[in-house]
Nanobody
Framework: QVQLVESGGGLAQTGGSLRLSCAASRRSFSSYEVGWFRQAPGKEREFVAAIRWSGDSTTYAESVKGRFTISRDNAENTVYLIMNSLQPEDTAVYYC?????????????????WGQGTQVTVSS
């Protein structure tokens, strides 16, 4: 099973930017749809963005549309999440995962191979 490792989290100010990376352990990663999710303390894990294996189709949560961009480099087995115009409500642990369910799924139940997560904290 593929292993995913997130990195790039940290502390940012309101209006700032961060770039998260999701690195895969297997070359077959390039055939997967990958999603980013986040979980704030006391809240359920929520969908952020997803990208098809080819990189030509992306999906975003309404709360991040226009601010976040998901992309992938299959040669490097890595998916990125570029986060701009960060807000305090973006504070959460961010996870990447592989989709095994129906195409376009945004529910965590249809994803597996979860990474350990990376903390993003946005100060006001």
């Amino acid at each position: 099973q593929v292993q995913l490792v997130e990195s790039g989290g940290g502390l940012a100010q309101t209006g700032g930017s961060l770039r998260l990376s999701c690195a895969a352990s297997r070359r077959s990663f390039s055939s997967y749809e990958v999603g980013w999710f986040r979980q704030a303390p006391g809240k359920e894990r929520e969908f952020v963005a997803a990208i098809r294996w080819s990189g030509d189709s992306t999906t975003y949560a309404e709360s991040v549309k226009g601010r976040f961009t998901i992309s992938r480099d299959n040669a490097e087995n890595t998916v990125y999440l570029i986060m701009n115009s960060l807000q305090p409500e973006d504070t959460a642990v961010y996870y990447c995962a592989r989709r095994f369910g129906p195409a376009g799924s945004t529910s965590p139940r249809w994803y597996d191979s979860w990474g350990q997560g990376t903390q993003v904290t946005v100060s006001s």
